[in-house]
């Protein structure tokens, strides 16, 4: 039944003080006996009687104090060592406690969800007074729970300190729930955690070469499955540079004739220097990984020496040539892109006026100043002669005036584009896929990527060896590439394009991991992020 106090049927109130920020209830147990916490045997002999002050849950916002009259009883086993023992109430307190069960629940929940700072901020709203110590204190008190023998794991790194520090995260990709976390991401500590578990049959990684070791070492009964996602992001990035390769056929007839203006650009010299600057140092850096990598020394080694993260010094590595300058939009596209059609259209017509061909163009919900097209018609006058002779300027293709021409591809969109299911494809998306497969090779090269991307989402890993086979006579070099690095792990890519497993569940665990680090104010160690990742993995 409902009641202001815990266990009722247990404990009797005897009456309520108040004070100004506090409500006491004054009770006491109404059970004959108790048992020795030693050889718990049942005793009724009263030794005497002393009050226990206890916290318990807030009522309605107000403090709530418990005043509980608390016995001693006489063990009268013989044999027993303890003479004299007090009153032991399970549910409602322990032993030395000073709150009750149910505040130390509270505080194990709020410590759990919101950690230390923000546990103790919610904590005190509620009516409960604790500092964050204390908050996590509770936390560290539980518990770590037992899990059932895994079959399917899942593995990947997580970040202590971005770029420098990672530990490793073990993930049950059956039950969801998260199996273990590890102090680092090393091959003796993973291959040690995989030999205490003989029960797995399957593990799911990324691309990264210290987790195929340790499982090579630690559990090499195990099927290896690379993931499907990663996989596909790494031909995106193959892709990507195709098209950076092949960047003019990107162009639409309108982007050629504007980037042939510079003025039209928002580019300053300033902004140029910069870009060629920055430029110049990404080619010194891959000079450099590359020569330390000449004398022997690894990714991880060169990372350090370089004072960069090993993810760039391996991205470099696997680089054949330097890295080209990316010279994409400067910023966000010109707001006058989409009108200049119309504007070629009124210049034809005779309108030379910069002011009346800005209103009009305003009119037509051109968001920019009159010293935009300005500048873009001083353009035309200086290409078609002198004043009051004018020449008309011969359009690069039709457009349709009330429709705006659509904008020049990226690299990135050009790969994401490609990757893209035919099926999702808008109209204009299938126009424009079509208009760039009007090239042979390019048109082939649509068809290899295509092909290995519905291989991935198909799960078909009988036809893999079959798609390398025919990149490596006949693919782009980009391909090829691609299909180099899967030869060097092809078991694993092989289960990756079969089974059903992936590392999805991983790397949503990951983000949450970094959420909860995160969320401690500095005050969260190894040892207390694993606590609170392995119970939360449970309770939610």
């Given at each position: 039944m409902n009641s202001i106090i815990p266990h009722p049927d247990r404990l009797t109130l005897m009456k309520l003080t108040t004070t100004a920020d506090a409500i006491t209830a004054h009770m006491q147990t109404h059970e004959r006996t108790s048992s020795c916490p030693l050889c718990h045997q049942p005793s009724s002999r009263v030794h005497s009687h002393y009050f226990r002050r206890l916290v318990d849950l807030p009522l309605h916002g107000v403090a709530m104090r418990l005043a509980l009259l608390t016995?001693?009883?006489?063990?009268?086993?013989?044999?027993?060592?303890?003479?004299?023992?007090?009153?032991?109430?399970?549910?409602?307190?322990?032993?030395?406690?000073?709150?009750?069960?149910?505040?130390?629940?509270?505080?194990?929940?709020?410590?759990?969800?919101?950690?230390?700072?923000?546990?103790?901020?919610?904590?005190?709203?509620?009516?409960?007074?604790?500092?964050?110590?204390?908050?996590?204190?509770?936390?560290?008190?539980?518990?770590?729970?037992?899990?059932?023998?895994?079959?399917?794991?899942?593995?990947?790194?997580?970040?202590?300190?971005?770029?420098?520090?990672?530990?490793?995260?073990?993930?049950?990709?059956?039950?969801?729930?998260?199996?273990?976390?590890?102090?680092?991401?090393?091959?003796?500590?993973?291959?040690?955690?995989?030999?205490?578990?003989?029960?797995?049959?399957?593990?799911?990684r990324d691309r990264a070469t210290n987790f195929g070791e340790a499982i090579r070492q630690g559990a090499p009964h195990a099927m290896q499955v690379a993931d499907r996602w990663h996989v596909l992001e790494n031909l995106g990035k193959r892709v990507e540079t195709f098209w950076r390769e092949h960047k003019d056929l990107l162009q639409t007839p309108r982007q050629v004739r504007l980037d042939a203006h510079p003025p039209l650009r928002n580019r300053t010299d300033r902004m140029e220097r910069r870009s060629v600057e920055y430029h110049q140092n990404r080619v010194d850096l891959y000079d450099r990984v590359h020569e330390l990598h000449q004398r022997g020394l690894n990714a991880k080694a060169i990372a350090t020496l370089l004072d960069i993260t090993r993810h760039t010094a391996s991205k470099y590595l696997h680089m054949t040539a330097p890295p080209m300058r990316q010279?994409?939009?400067?910023?966000?596209?010109?707001?006058?892109?989409?009108?200049?059609?119309?504007?070629?259209?009124?210049?034809?017509?005779?309108?030379?006026?910069?002011?009346?061909?800005?209103?009009?163009?305003?009119?037509?919900?051109?968001?920019?100043?009159?010293?935009?097209?300005?500048?873009?018609?001083?353009?035309?006058?200086?290409?078609?002669g002198q004043s009051r002779s004018f020449a008309a300027v011969p359009p690069a293709q039709q457009y349709d005036v009330n429709q705006p021409p659509r904008a020049a591809l990226t690299p990135r969109q050009a790969a994401?584009?490609?990757?893209?299911?035919?099926?999702?494809?808008?109209?204009?998306?299938?126009?424009?896929?079509?208009?760039?497969?009007?090239?042979?090779?390019?048109?082939?090269?649509?068809?290899?990527?295509?092909?290995?991307?519905?291989?991935?989402?198909?799960?078909?890993?009988?036809?893999?060896?079959?798609?390398?086979?025919c990149i490596e006579t006949e693919g782009a070099t980009e391909l090829q590439a691609f299909a180099r690095g899967i030869r060097k792990d092809q078991a694993a890519m092989t289960a990756g394009f079969t089974v059903k497993y992936s590392q999805g569940p991983v790397e949503g665990h990951v983000h949450r991991v970094k959420l909860i680090k995160r969320s401690s104010y500095g005050k969260m160690g190894f040892s207390l992020l694993r606590q609170r990742v392995l119970i939360q993995s449970v309770v939610s």
């Open positions: 016995r001693r009883f006489f063990c009268d086993t013989v044999d027993c060592p303890r003479r004299i023992f007090t009153e032991r109430l399970p549910g409602i307190v322990a032993p030395y406690a000073r709150r009750t069960v149910q505040v130390d629940i509270w505080l194990h929940l709020v410590g759990l969800a919101l950690g230390g700072e923000a546990g103790a901020r919610l904590l005190s709203s509620l009516g409960i007074q604790s500092s964050p110590d204390t908050v996590l204190a509770s936390v560290r008190s539980l518990m770590t729970p037992p899990y059932a023998p895994p079959r399917v794991v899942g593995v990947d790194e997580f970040a202590f300190r971005r770029g420098r520090v990672f530990g490793t995260i073990l993930v049950d990709l059956e039950t969801h729930r998260i199996l273990d976390l590890l102090p680092d991401c090393t091959v003796a500590t993973v291959q040690q955690w995989l030999q205490q578990h003989p029960s797995i049959e399957i593990v799911s010279r994409g939009p400067d910023g966000q596209p010109l707001a006058i892109e989409a009108f200049v059609p119309y504007l070629l259209q009124r210049w034809n017509e005779g309108c030379r006026n910069a002011n009346q061909l800005w209103r009009e163009m305003v009119a037509r919900g051109f968001p920019q100043s009159a010293k935009t097209v300005s500048r873009y018609v001083a353009v035309l006058r200086h290409e078609t994401k584009l490609f990757q893209r299911r035919p099926s999702v494809l808008t109209d204009s998306e299938q126009a424009q896929i079509a208009q760039l497969c009007q090239q042979e090779d390019v048109a082939m090269f649509y068809q290899h990527v295509q092909t290995i991307c519905q291989l991935v989402r198909s799960r078909q890993g009988d036809q893999l060896e079959a798609w390398l086979t």
